[in-house]
């Protein structure tokens, strides 16, 4: 690349740094976008705009397969995470309570797995991987602890609970 300056630079004008440059082609120095409406290239300001215009997509947010696939293929996380949902919700309605919510708790941190391990996991990344791994793993560990948590005859005790809640009430 040449080392003009952007919306100052002429057509025509070269530099020292690139002999083979023809006249007719305009160079930018520094930040450059795309071309604007005469077709020289355009200095952009690195700051925040004052107005957002578009919103970029979350890291991994691409599809999860090739484009020419049907749609539930490219969203398989997902997917995946969602029937999982979806069957211990069933399971929680059909009087299985401790089950469906640990399986609940258990596809969340497996949401988080999928959102760590995988480049693009389509529409599962809503935020940046490490807000979206830190949220579907603390909503997941904090579920699957309350499913074993719960009365009567709880699978999992914690000693220090059971004394926190006298002393508070």
């Given amino acids: 690349m040449s080392e003009t300056t952007g919306p100052e630079a002429e057509p025509g004008s070269t530099s020292d740094t690139d002999p083979g440059a023809t006249e007719d082609v305009p160079r930018a120095k520094g930040a450059v976008s795309a071309p604007g409406p005469d077709g020289r290239p355009r200095k952009v300001s690195r700051r925040f705009p004052l107005f957002t215009r578009d919103t970029a997509r979350p890291e991994g947010?691409?599809?999860?397969?090739?484009?020419?696939?049907?749609?539930?293929?490219?969203?398989?996380?997902?997917?995946?995470?969602?029937?999982?949902?979806g069957l211990g919700l069933l399971l929680t309605a059909f009087d299985v309570f401790r089950v469906g919510t640990l399986l609940i708790g258990i596809a969340l941190i497996g949401g988080a797995a999928l959102r760590w391990?995988?480049?693009?996991?389509?529409?599962?990344?809503?935020?940046?991987?490490?807000?979206?791994?830190?949220?579907?793993?603390?909503?997941?560990v904090a579920i699957a602890l309350l499913a074993m948590m719960a009365q009567p005859s709880p699978w999992l005790v914690i000693p220090f609970l059971d004394d926190t809640l006298h002393y508070t009430i």
């Fill in 61 to 85: 947010g691409g599809r999860a397969a090739a484009g020419d696939a049907p749609a539930p293929a490219r969203q398989w996380p997902l997917l995946s995470v969602v029937s999982l949902v």
């Fill in 117 to 140: 391990a995988l480049p693009d996991v389509g529409m599962l990344a809503v935020r940046s991987r490490f807000t979206d791994m830190v949220t579907y793993g603390v909503l997941g």
